[in-house]
Every structure is written in C-alpha cells, then in structure tokens.
C-alpha cells in the first residue's frame, strides 16, 4: 500500500502515527505537496487534499479519518474507535478534536492570507477562540485520563504537535493545564516522536 501524505499536514500525522502505533508495515510513504495539483494526488484524490492511502488493489481511501477506521479494521485489532456496540462519548471526543484540527489548520490558512494583504482578523480570532475554548474542554474530558490510546488520545496529540508546530504564540497550556500535563508525557512514545510535523 502507498500513503500519500506530507510531513506538516496533522491530518496525515494522524495516519502516519496510527500506522506506527498499530505496528503495520508494508505501506510506503509518498511525500506530494496537495498545493501543487499533482497528477499523482489528483488522480486518486479529485479533491487534491492528503492523506490518501492507495490499497494494494489500487483503491483509493481518504479522508484521514476513513483511512484510520480502515487500518484499524483490516489490520488493527478495531479497538481505536471503541468497536461495537458503538461508544458514542468516544465518537464525539474523536469528532469534537478532528474539528479542533480543522480549526488549527483554518488559523495556518488565514495567517498564510497575510502576505496577500487579506487575512481577516475576524477569522483569526475566531479559529484561536475555537481551539482554546475546545482545550479548555478537554480538562474535563476522559481523553486525558485514560491510559490506553485510542482514535481521540491519538489525535489530540497529533493536534497539540500541530499547534506547537504552527501556532507557538498561541498560549493554550495556560488554558488546558492538565492537558498540558498529559501531553508531555504522551507524546514522546514512538509513535509520535516519529512522526513529529516538519
């Protein structure tokens, strides 16, 4: 299998890192940049967004979080995302930090907007808002108490690199301090500290 993705993208950092921590080998890493409209991504992905896992039959799979619900049941043991019968404060946890990851890369986009002239301080605030206030929340959350790591803990590590990696003027450990806490000590496992953004 072949993982289109890149190494800034937290969305493909979800992937990467899940592949890692459910042990799977076999699936070959293609770095593209979904900015430059590759025949490679469009041809698989008409929507030229990463990351995009090619099966060995040929099929294409994406969004991250079809990949990771895939992986984990082909070849994981479908525990990331509570198996079944369905955990829904689980699936809502996961759903409440996957759109704190589209918050996160909404703020990037503005702040790229600036050097057009356009970046809009009404979005700015309210994609920075958003992020802290869903941080905020995660201190009452069982995410940052739990000791195994399932689809949510994953994530939020993946989102709490992300924000370091891109957003270090935001002050979210002030907020959030026992997620500040758990993070310090979560991601430095294998997983993770191989898949840092970049």
């Known amino acids: 299998m072949k993982l289109l993705c890149s190494l800034a993208s937290p969305y493909a950092r979800c992937v990467r890192s899940l592949i890692r921590y459910l042990g799977i080998e076999d699936i070959e890493e293609v770095l593209v940049n979904p900015m430059e409209n590759t025949a490679q991504l469009l ?4 929507l030229g967004q990463i990351p995009c896992l090619i099966t060995n039959d040929g099929v294409p799979i994406f969004d991250s979080e079809v990949i990771m619900r895939y992986l984990d049941t082909e070849l994981g043991a479908q525990e990331m995302f509570g198996g079944q019968p369905y ?3 689980l699936q809502c946890q996961y759903s409440m930090i996957k759109g704190l990851i ?3 890369v909404k703020l990037r986009q503005e702040q ?3 050097e ?3 970046r809009s301080a009404f979005w700015t605030s309210r994609f920075e808002q958003a992020l802290l206030r ?3 929340q995660m201190e009452h959350q069982s995410v940052i108490t739990q000791t ?3 689809a949510p803990q994953l994530t939020l590590i993946c989102l709490l690199d992300y924000v370091d990696f891109r957003h270090p003027e935001l002050d979210w450990r ?3 301090p026992a997620t500040a806490i758990w993070f310090s000590e979560m991601r430095d496992l294998p997983a993770f500290v191989e898949t840092r953004p970049q």
């Open 148 to 150: 195994t790591i399932q």
């Open 174 to 176: 002030k907020v959030a």
């Open 87 to 89: 955990n829904w404060v």
């Open 116 to 118: 057009e002239g356009v």
């Open 43 to 46: 041809d698989v992905n008409p």
């Open 112 to 114: 790229m907007r600036e």
């Open 102 to 104: 589209d918050s996160a």
């Open 134 to 136: 869903g941080l905020m």
